[in-house]
T-cell receptor, first 112, second 114 residues
Framework: ELKVEQNPLFLSMQEGKNYTIYCNYS?????LYWYRQDPGKSLESLFV?????AVKQEGRLMASLDTKARLSTLHITAAVHDLSATYFC????????????FGKGTKLSVKP | DTGVSQDPRHKITKRGQNVTFRCDPI?????LYWYRQTLGQGPEFLTY????????KSRLLSDRFSAERPKGSFSTLEIQRTEQGDSAMYLC????????????FGPGTRLTVL
């Protein structure tokens, strides 16, 4: 059974600082996704990572994938308050392109 | 607005009642997914459709749950004889079914079972 673990689950950081969220998964998968969720809202797609060594960047967020280590990272550069949200990684299970297994999420709070 | 829409956004019901939720996917998307999310957790997969065919069902989807997508467009999720443990946010997502296959989520239906 595929398990997806994120850490940390809670992250409080100051504006301007850098930090990394980690996503480990237990079995081989071809696709890894990062989503953002604001309180009371639905999920917004951030990145799709499809191959080993894939790196994608959007603004202050950069995601990478190491399929051999079964690890993805979401790096935050010079955090700003607007990045406060919960971030989920999700891994496709069994190559079915249907069943995404989500981590528990990392609740990020950026304080001035 | 061409995103995924869900109706209703909130539903309060009494234990034992039946409820039905609707999801309208992005128009050209042939895949449609249902997830359930409880407080402080990530979404949990329930089921998905390729056009009108239901291709996968999670073991979370007990006999009280049924989903349909009769014409390959909108979908309904029905919960019969609701229980308090069914209280959750029910999320619908759709995708094109391409290699990158990003799932786009709707706003969700929040179910409260009293």
């Amino acid at each position: 059974e595929l398990k997806v673990e994120q850490n940390p689950l809670f992250l409080s950081m100051q504006e301007g600082k850098n930090y990394t969220i980690y996503c480990n998964y237990s079995t081989t998968s071809d696709r890894l996704y990062w989503y953002r969720q604001d309180p009371g809202k639905s999920l917004e797609s951030l990145f799709v990572l499809l191959s080993n060594g894939a790196v994608k960047q959007e603004g202050r967020l950069m995601a990478s994938l190491d399929t051999k280590a079964r690890l993805s990272t979401l790096h935050i550069t010079a955090a700003v308050h607007d990045l406060s949200a919960t971030y989920f990684c999700a891994v496709e299970y069994g190559g079915s392109q249907g069943n995404l297994i989500f981590g528990k999420g990392t609740k990020l709070s950026v304080k001035p | 607005d061409t995103g995924v829409s869900q109706d209703p956004r909130h539903k309060i019901t009494k234990r034992g009642q039946n409820v039905t939720f609707r999801c309208d996917p992005i128009s050209e998307h042939n895949r449609l997914y249902w997830y359930r999310q409880t407080l402080g957790q990530g979404p949990e997969f329930l089921t998905y459709f390729q056009n009108e065919a239901q291709l996968e069902k999670s073991r979370l989807l007990s006999d009280r749950f049924s989903a349909e997508r009769p014409k390959g467009s909108f979908s309904t999720l029905e919960i019969q004889r609701t229980e308090q443990g069914d209280s959750a946010m029910y999320l619908c997502a759709s995708s094109l079914g391409t290699y990158t296959d990003t799932q786009y989520f709707g706003p969700g239906t929040r179910l409260t079972v009293l």
